[in-house]
């Protein structure tokens, strides 16, 4: 009797130790509801701040968030500075000199270390960021999955080959993203992020110049500020209409021509998502409904969880 009760009770310990390491696997929502519960507080309330002094953020962090998930996963890599020992992503093509919102993250970090140390990791920091810009620029909400790890490792490499470029054509973008696990639609509805933000005028120039699929005055327009030679890093808004404002203005752009990169126009030129860019257009509701669920499942890509990785102390070094 005793030993079949030692045997049930062996059962059910083995069980609950699986089942408690496969949700270490699982994202939760609620993942620091009793460790840390004023977090999604404490960000939000930097967010504001930040996003008041200056708008454009909220796209920059978006930005960041999704070149962190398509490199190794959502694991707050691309936050690592480089070292004299250590590579980081900081300095990999797609984010040179381009990729910013840094020090607001740090700023959020140091204001949640000072309400619960060592219990919230950065990659989900920048998680939730991410969609605290998006809402306090007019966007949707979501309910972002949480428990995410930092990587104690970065990869420059992988930055370079795989996170898709603004000259990317549509066949090489639904690759790239089929890679991740998203599909075609998961790369329209999350192209439509491109509704707030700004691009540098060397990742446009060869669209306004050479490019025929362009309404001939928004060309004239942008090449008042990004001539033919120079003035590379001289910026104009993707979005023509309400660049710092999440709506889906981004989608109408592209319907009459006017995507700023190559990579936004090949979403409307005769092609497979042209039907879902038209719907998008006419229906705000729709593109708010997909890009929320989207970004739940970018936030979704292979995160480290249960004791992999580590929870920095300081989002740019490893511990």
């Not at 840390?36 to 962090?61: D, F, H, W, Y």
């Not at 939730?128 to 809402?135: F, S």
């Not at 998008?280 to 890009?291: E, K, L, V």
């Amino acid at each position: 009797m005793a030993n079949s009760l030692n045997n049930h009770l062996f059962v059910v310990v083995s069980i609950l130790s699986l089942l408690a390491f496969s949700s270490n696997a699982q994202l939760s929502p609620t993942f620091y509801a009793k460790t840390c519960p004023n977090l999604q507080t404490i960000v939000r309330s930097a967010m504001r701040q930040a996003v008041a002094k200056e708008a454009r953020i909220g796209a920059s962090i978006l930005r960041l968030f999704f070149h962190d998930c398509f490199v190794n996963g959502c694991d707050g890599s691309i936050l690592l500075d480089d070292t004299a020992t250590f590579t980081g992503e900081k300095n990999a093509g797609p984010n040179r000199n381009s990729a910013r919102g840094f020090e607001v993250i740090d700023t959020i970090k140091t204001n949640v270390e000072a309400s619960c140390n060592a219990t919230v990791s950065c990659a989900d920091i920048l998680a939730l960021a991410t969609r605290d810009g998006v809402v306090l620029l007019g966007g949707p909400s979501w309910s972002v999955p949480l428990g995410r790890r930092d990587a104690r490792t970065a990869s420059q490499s992988a930055a370079n080959s795989q996170i898709p470029g603004p000259s990317s054509d549509l066949s090489t973008l639904t690759s790239m993203f089929a890679a991740k696990g998203l599909t075609s639609s998961d790369l329209t509805v999350l192209s439509g992020g491109h509704t707030i933000g700004q691009a540098q005028c060397q990742f446009f120039r060869n669209r306004i110049y050479n490019e025929t699929n362009i309404d001939t005055n928004f060309a004239t327009t942008r090449k008042a500020n990004c001539p033919a030679t120079g003035g590379n890093t001289n910026l104009a808004p993707l979005d023509t209409l309400t660049p710092n404002r999440f709506d889906n203005n981004y989608f109408s752009d592209l319907v009459n021509g006017r995507g700023l990169l190559h990579s936004d126009q090949v979403l409307f030129n005769g092609g497979s998502q042209d039907a879902l860019v038209r719907t998008y257009s006419g229906n705000n509701a729709a593109f708010f409904r997909d890009f929320a669920a989207a970004m739940v499942k970018l936030g979704n890509i292979s995160p480290l969880t249960g004791s992999s990785g580590e929870i920095r102390r300081n989002c740019r070094v490893v511990n």
